[in-house]
């Protein structure tokens, strides 16, 4: 696990400072990108993080499966999440390097997540949908298994763990004090009741997107034109010209 240096809290800087918890490199480009981009630009402090090593982000088709390839696969799309993350502002990228594919809701990737939450204490938290949206049709490539992971753990961190005492105390042992999460923004929920205005940043989410080259590369044209046209159908039903929806809730006392 990478820099997980303890941040020391005020009150000010709580309420700037976001987390991004999502499965996989690029995940929250796709999701969220415009959003973290215009945060930074209001003076966010943004981290992410990626609970699986992306090595089997390779291609479908690939006969070269070796655990050679996979490294060379893990080494890229860290590489190119660093280079999005640099595009957008994000101040730091943790990878907790779980093997792609097999992310499991379990006890020790929840802890990973609360450690995380009272170290970094931020006040936003964006994650996945742990749920599918069935309407109008499921779209399987936003449900990937790994994703709903993430999304039902983050969640699980978020309340009550992050912020029960009696919940890994041996987290106490480490210093690390009780941290109440409180706003949180869900990408791919079934219910959306919240919209970012990325009218100005559309640009950079793009710009990020076009880092992770071994995904998007050989076709990032039409990447870009879906990305921008959701965007705009995201823009239209807020009276926007570009957005982003959530399910967005409070987690309030």
């Not at 961190?157 to 109440?180: K, T, V």
């Not at 706003?183 to 791919?188: L, P, R, S």
Request: with cysteine.
């Amino acid at each position: 696990m990478q820099g997980q240096q303890e941040v020391v809290e005020t009150s000010r800087e709580q309420t700037r400072r976001a987390m991004v918890i999502v499965a996989h490199p690029d995940d929250a480009e796709f999701g969220c990108g415009g959003s973290v981009a215009r945060w930074v630009r209001e003076g966010w402090e943004v981290y992410y993080v990626i609970c699986t090593d992306g090595g089997g982000g390779g291609p479908d088709e690939a006969q070269d499966v070796s655990a050679e390839a996979r490294q060379r696969t893990i080494e890229t799309r860290q590489a190119e999440q660093r280079a999005a993350c640099q595009i957008l502002g994000v101040k730091e990228v943790i990878f907790l390097g779980h093997p792609d594919g097999q992310l499991q809701p379990t006890r020790d990737l929840k802890r990973e997540l609360v450690r995380l939450l009272r170290m970094y204490r931020p006040t936003r938290v964006v994650c996945q949908s742990p749920e599918r949206s069935w309407s109008p049709a499921l779209m399987l490539g936003r449900y990937h298994p790994d994703h709903l992971t993430a999304g039902r753990m983050a969640l699980e961190a978020i309340y009550p763990a992050s912020q029960n005492a009696w919940d890994f105390p041996e987290l106490l042992a480490e210093g690390l004090q009780p941290h109440r999460v409180r706003e949180v923004y869900i990408v791919g929920a079934p219910v959306l009741n919240h919209a970012e205005d990325i009218s100005e940043t559309i640009e950079l989410k793009l710009q990020a997107l076009q880092a992770h080259a071994s995904q998007v590369g050989d076709h990032f044209e039409q990447v870009a034109e879906r990305v921008r046209r959701g965007a705009q159908e995201c823009g239209a039903r807020h009276q926007l010209a570009y957005a982003e929806e959530f399910h967005r809730t409070e987690n309030a006392r």
